[in-house]
C-alpha cells in the first residue's frame, strides 16, 4: 500500500521482533472494517448487538485489570530525567526499548499485526500530524476507524519520506506486571504492551495526541491540549468558540454537546459540538488563537449519560458504535447506571457474568452492572450538533479558554483572569476530585494543572513558561476563565444545576469577550454581578446564586500556602510570572 522505505523498513523490524502469522494493511473502506467486525464477533472480541434496535453496534469487554488509563505504568523516555518534569515517570530510552522489548519479542505469534495509517487533523491541514499504529487487536483497529482519519488518503499524503509518529501496540498476555506505556519523544515514537484499554491503546488520543503532541507543540510554537472545543450561536447568527480544559469524567462530553436550556433556546441559541476531549491550538496570521479537533470520534463515558444529561450523546450512540464494559441485556442491547432507562430485569454484567438489579457483595454493598468507566465510541458525524467546520484547515478561532473541575467549596461558579499571564496562572493551580477515569482514590483532591497532569510530556514548568510564550506571541489573545459546576451546599447537594444550564455562564463568558457583561472585582478575578447571568426560565433563589459567586478569603489563603507547595515540586523551575501570580493574589486577599 505504500512505497514510503522508511515506513517499510519499520513495519518488517516490528513485525520481526513480534512476529505475527499475517501483516494486514489497513485501507480506511467500509469493506474491510465490515469484514473486520464479523472476524472479531467469530473470535469473540465483541458481541454483535441487536441490529435492528442498535444498528452498526458492537459491545467489547476489557479484562477485570484493564479497565482504566494506568498512569503509574506510563512512562516518558528521555535522555535527560529532568526533562520529564516530576508529574510524570521517567525511564531511559535505553531501559524503556529494552524492557517492553522482551514483553513483545514473539507476542503476535499465532495473531495479525495491523497497520493503521491516521492522521490527527485533517490531512494536508497545518495542524495534520500523521501517525502509523501497529497492533494485534482488532479492537483497537475499530476504535481507530471511528476516531481518526485512517487508510489510503493519510498514506497517500505521507508520500515517500513524509514524517511519522511510529506507534505499537502489543495486547500480549494482558498481564498488569508486563504493562507498559511507554513515549519516546525524541524519537518520535510510542510503544504499549500489556493493555487493551482504550486510553492505553488508541495510541492516537492521549499518547500522541497530548504526551507527543504537547512535546512538538512547545518545539514548534502551538498548543496540544486536553480540552473541549464547541461553539455557541447567538440570535443574531453569530458564532463564537471556547475551548474548555477539564479532568476526565469531569462533565466535557456533556458541555461539548450542550443542549440550551428553554429560555435561551426560545432567545434562538445553538451549540456546535467541535469536539469533546482534544484541541490543537496554532497562532494564525490574525495574530489570534484557532483551533481542531484532531480526531473525528467520541470515547466517551457511558455511565451518567441520559437524556437529561446528554441527549446528543444519547442520539450519537444509536447506531456505529462501540459500547466497553457496559451491561448486555437479553435482547442484545446496553444499559448502564445512570441511563434513560430502567435496568433490566437480568441480563451479564461487564465483566459477562450473570446480573440482575440489587445483587450486592459480601460487604452488603450493590454490584453496578457497567463499570463507572464504561465507554462508548462513536462518530462526531452523527452528534446531532456536530460542527459543519470538522474538516476546516483553518479550524476555528477560540474567544475563550476556560478552566475548570470539580471543587466542592473554594472555587466560584465562574471567574474571569485578570490577564493571560493571570490566566495561564488560574490554569496551573486548578484542581479536581479524582474520577472514575483515573486509577486512585475516587473523590480524592489532586492538582490537576490545565487538566494536562497525566498528559503533559514534559516538565510541566516548562509547559507553564510555554503558555506565557504563546501569550505574548498573540496581539489577540482569547481572555481565560474558570468555572466550577460542582459547588456543593452544607449537605453536599450541588448548589448549581448545570448541564444546559451552563450555557447561562457561557453566555456571560463570551459577553465578557465581547466587553459587555457586568463584573465585580475580587481578590481572584472578576465574578458576575448578580444581575449579570440570564436566568431566564430558572428558579435560583438570590441566597444561593450570591453563594454560588462567593470568595472566601481564608479558605483561599489556604489555598494560596498549597499552591507554593505545589510549585515548591518544581526544584526552582516555575517561572517567575507564575510566583509573581502567588504573591499578588496574597497581597488581594490580605488587602
Same mark, same amino acid.
Given at each position: 500500500?505504500?512505497?514510503?522505505?522508511?515506513?517499510?523498513? +519499520?513495519?518488517?523490524?516490528?513485525?520481526?521482533?513480534?512476529?505475527?502469522?499475517?501483516?494486514?494493511?489497513?485501507?480506511?473502506?467500509?469493506?474491510?472494517?465490515?469484514?473486520?467486525?464479523?472476524?472479531?464477533?467469530?473470535?469473540?472480541?465483541?458481541?454483535?448487538?441487536?441490529?435492528?434496535?442498535?444498528?452498526?453496534?458492537?459491545?467489547?469487554? @476489557?479484562?477485570?485489570?484493564?479497565?482504566?488509563?494506568?498512569?503509574?505504568?506510563?512512562?516518558?523516555?528521555?535522555?535527560?530525567?529532568?526533562?520529564?518534569?516530576?508529574?510524570?515517570?521517567?525511564?531511559?530510552?535505553?531501559?524503556?526499548?529494552?524492557?517492553?522489548?522482551?514483553?513483545?519479542?514473539?507476542?503476535?505469534?499465532?495473531?495479525?499485526?495491523?497497520?493503521?495509517?491516521?492522521?490527527?487533523?485533517?490531512?494536508?491541514?497545518?495542524?495534520?500530524?500523521?501517525?502509523?499504529? %501497529?497492533?494485534?487487536?482488532?479492537?483497537?483497529?475499530?476504535?481507530?476507524?471511528?476516531?481518526?482519519?485512517?487508510?489510503?488518503?493519510?498514506?497517500?499524503?505521507?508520500? @515517500?519520506?513524509?514524517?511519522?509518529?511510529?506507534?505499537?501496540?502489543?495486547?500480549?498476555?494482558?498481564?498488569?506486571?508486563?504493562?507498559?506505556?511507554?513515549?519516546?519523544?525524541?524519537?518520535?515514537?510510542?510503544?504499549?504492551?500489556?493493555?487493551?484499554?482504550?486510553?492505553?491503546? %488508541?495510541?492516537?488520543?492521549?499518547?500522541?495526541?497530548?504526551?507527543?503532541?504537547?512535546?512538538?507543540?512547545?518545539?514548534?510554537?502551538?498548543?496540544?491540549?486536553?480540552?473541549?472545543?464547541?461553539?455557541?450561536?447567538?440570535?443574531?447568527?453569530?458564532?463564537?468558540?471556547?475551548?474548555?480544559?477539564?479532568?476526565?469524567?469531569?462533565?466535557?462530553?456533556?458541555?461539548?454537546?450542550?443542549?440550551?436550556?428553554?429560555?435561551?433556546?426560545?432567545?434562538?441559541?445553538?451549540?456546535?459540538?467541535?469536539?469533546?476531549?482534544?484541541?490543537?491550538?496554532?497562532?494564525?496570521?490574525?495574530?489570534?488563537?484557532?483551533?481542531?479537533?484532531?480526531?473525528?470520534?467520541?470515547?466517551?463515558? !457511558?455511565?451518567?449519560?441520559?437524556?437529561?444529561?446528554?441527549?446528543?450523546?444519547?442520539?450519537?450512540?444509536?447506531?456505529?458504535?462501540?459500547?466497553?464494559?457496559?451491561?448486555?441485556?437479553?435482547?442484545?442491547?446496553?444499559? +448502564?447506571?445512570?441511563?434513560?432507562?430502567?435496568?433490566?430485569?437480568?441480563?451479564?454484567?461487564?465483566?459477562?457474568?450473570?446480573?440482575?438489579?440489587?445483587?450486592?457483595?459480601?460487604?452488603?454493598?450493590?454490584?453496578?452492572?457497567?463499570?463507572?468507566?464504561?465507554?462508548?465510541? !462513536?462518530?462526531?458525524?452523527?452528534?446531532?450538533?456536530?460542527?459543519?467546520?470538522?474538516?476546516?484547515?483553518?479550524?476555528?478561532?477560540?474567544?475563550?479558554?476556560?478552566?475548570?473541575?470539580?471543587?466542592?467549596?473554594?472555587?466560584?461558579?465562574?471567574?474571569?483572569?485578570?490577564?493571560?499571564?493571570?490566566?495561564?496562572?488560574?490554569?496551573?493551580?486548578?484542581?479536581?476530585?479524582?474520577?472514575?477515569?483515573?486509577?486512585?482514590?475516587?473523590?480524592?483532591?489532586?492538582?490537576?494543572?490545565?487538566?494536562?497532569?497525566?498528559?503533559?510530556?514534559?516538565?510541566?514548568?516548562?509547559?507553564?513558561?510555554?503558555?506565557?510564550?504563546?501569550?505574548?506571541?498573540?496581539?489577540?489573545?482569547?481572555?481565560?476563565?474558570?468555572?466550577?459546576?460542582?459547588?456543593?451546599?452544607?449537605?453536599?447537594?450541588?448548589?448549581?444545576?448545570?448541564?444546559?444550564?451552563?450555557?447561562?455562564?457561557?453566555?456571560?463568558?463570551?459577553?465578557?469577550?465581547?466587553?459587555?457583561?457586568?463584573?465585580?472585582?475580587?481578590?481572584?478575578?472578576?465574578?458576575?454581578? %448578580?444581575?449579570?447571568?440570564?436566568?431566564?426560565?430558572?428558579?435560583?433563589?438570590?441566597?444561593?446564586?450570591?453563594?454560588?459567586?462567593?470568595?472566601?478569603?481564608?479558605?483561599?489563603?489556604?489555598?494560596?500556602?498549597?499552591?507554593?507547595?505545589?510549585?515548591?515540586?518544581?526544584?526552582?523551575?516555575?517561572?517567575?510570572?507564575?510566583?509573581?501570580?502567588?504573591?499578588?493574589?496574597?497581597?488581594?486577599?490580605?488587602?
Amino acid at each position: 500500500m505504500t512505497e514510503h522505505k522508511g515506513l517499510q523498513a +519499520w513495519v518488517s523490524e516490528m513485525a520481526a521482533m513480534c512476529q505475527p502469522d499475517n501483516i494486514v494493511w489497513i485501507d480506511g473502506s467500509d469493506a474491510q472494517r465490515d469484514k473486520l467486525r464479523a472476524e472479531a464477533v467469530a473470535k469473540g472480541e465483541i458481541i454483535e448487538l441487536n441490529q435492528a434496535k442498535l444498528p452498526g453496534c458492537y459491545l467489547h469487554r @476489557t479484562a477485570p485489570n484493564d479497565v482504566a488509563r494506568t498512569e503509574h505504568l506510563t512512562y516518558i523516555c528521555t535522555t535527560n530525567k529532568e526533562d520529564v518534569g516530576p508529574t510524570n515517570n521517567w525511564m531511559s530510552p535505553e531501559e524503556g526499548y529494552a524492557r517492553a522489548a522482551a514483553i513483545l519479542k514473539g507476542s503476535m505469534r499465532g495473531r495479525t499485526m495491523y497497520v493503521i495509517p491516521f492522521s490527527l487533523g485533517p490531512v494536508g491541514s497545518v495542524f495534520s500530524k500523521i501517525g502509523v499504529e %501497529l497492533t494485534d487487536s482488532i479492537y483497537v483497529v475499530l476504535n481507530m476507524l471511528i476516531m481518526v482519519r485512517c487508510g489510503k488518503p493519510v498514506l497517500d499524503k505521507l508520500g @515517500t519520506d513524509g514524517e511519522f509518529t511510529k506507534c505499537l501496540h502489543g495486547k500480549a498476555d494482558l498481564d498488569i506486571e508486563k504493562r507498559l506505556i511507554l513515549h519516546f519523544p525524541e524519537d518520535n515514537t510510542i510503544w504499549s504492551v500489556g493493555s487493551g484499554y482504550g486510553g492505553n491503546v %488508541l495510541l492516537s488520543k492521549k499518547c500522541m495526541a497530548l504526551r507527543l503532541g504537547s512535546w512538538q507543540a512547545r518545539r514548534e510554537g502551538w498548543l496540544a491540549e486536553h480540552m473541549l472545543i464547541l461553539g455557541v450561536e447567538h440570535p443574531s447568527g453569530l458564532i463564537e468558540y471556547v475551548a474548555a480544559a477539564f479532568p476526565s469524567a469531569c462533565g466535557k462530553t456533556n458541555l461539548a454537546m450542550l443542549v440550551p436550556p428553554e429560555g435561551l433556546m426560545r432567545k434562538g441559541y445553538r451549540i456546535w459540538t467541535v469536539g469533546d476531549d482534544l484541541a490543537w491550538m496554532r497562532i494564525d496570521t490574525d495574530g489570534a488563537l484557532w483551533a481542531v479537533n484532531p480526531e473525528t470520534g467520541f470515547f466517551g463515558v !457511558a455511565p451518567g449519560t441520559n437524556s437529561k444529561t446528554n441527549p446528543n450523546a444519547v442520539a450519537t450512540v444509536r447506531r456505529e458504535t462501540i459500547f466497553t464494559n457496559v451491561v448486555l441485556t437479553k435482547s442484545k442491547t446496553v444499559w +448502564w447506571e445512570g441511563g434513560d432507562r430502567d435496568p433490566p430485569a437480568e441480563g451479564w454484567d461487564w465483566q459477562g457474568r450473570p446480573w440482575h438489579p440489587g445483587m450486592k457483595d459480601a460487604d452488603g454493598k450493590p454490584i453496578p452492572g457497567a463499570h463507572p468507566n464504561a465507554r462508548f465510541t !462513536a462518530p462526531i458525524t452523527q452528534c446531532p450538533s456536530r460542527t459543519f467546520r470538522l474538516d476546516h484547515h483553518h479550524g476555528v478561532p477560540i474567544s475563550a479558554i476556560i478552566f475548570g473541575g470539580r471543587r466542592a467549596r473554594l472555587a466560584p461558579l465562574v471567574y474571569q483572569s485578570y490577564s493571560w499571564q493571570h490566566g495561564v496562572f488560574v490554569g496551573a493551580t486548578m484542581a479536581s476530585e479524582r474520577t472514575a477515569a483515573q486509577v486512585g482514590k475516587i473523590g480524592e483532591v489532586r492538582r490537576d494543572p490545565m487538566a494536562m497532569l497525566p498528559f503533559c510530556g514534559y516538565n510541566m514548568a516548562d509547559y507553564f513558561r510555554h503558555w506565557l510564550q504563546i501569550g505574548q506571541a498573540m496581539t489577540k489573545p482569547p481572555k481565560i476563565f474558570h468555572v466550577n459546576w460542582f459547588r456543593t451546599d452544607e449537605n453536599g447537594e450541588y448548589l448549581w444545576p448545570g448541564y444546559g444550564d451552563n450555557l447561562r455562564v457561557l453566555e456571560w463568558i463570551l459577553a465578557r469577550c465581547r466587553g459587555e457583561a457586568d463584573a465585580i472585582a475580587t481578590p481572584i478575578g472578576y465574578v458576575p454581578t %448578580l444581575d449579570s447571568l440570564d436566568m431566564t426560565g430558572l428558579h435560583l433563589s438570590p441566597a444561593v446564586l450570591q453563594e454560588l459567586l462567593r470568595v472566601d478569603r481564608q479558605e483561599w489563603l489556604e489555598e494560596v500556602e498549597s499552591i507554593r507547595q505545589f510549585f515548591d515540586t518544581f526544584d526552582g523551575r516555575i517561572p517567575h510570572a507564575l510566583r509573581d501570580e502567588v504573591d499578588a493574589l496574597q497581597r488581594r486577599l490580605l488587602t
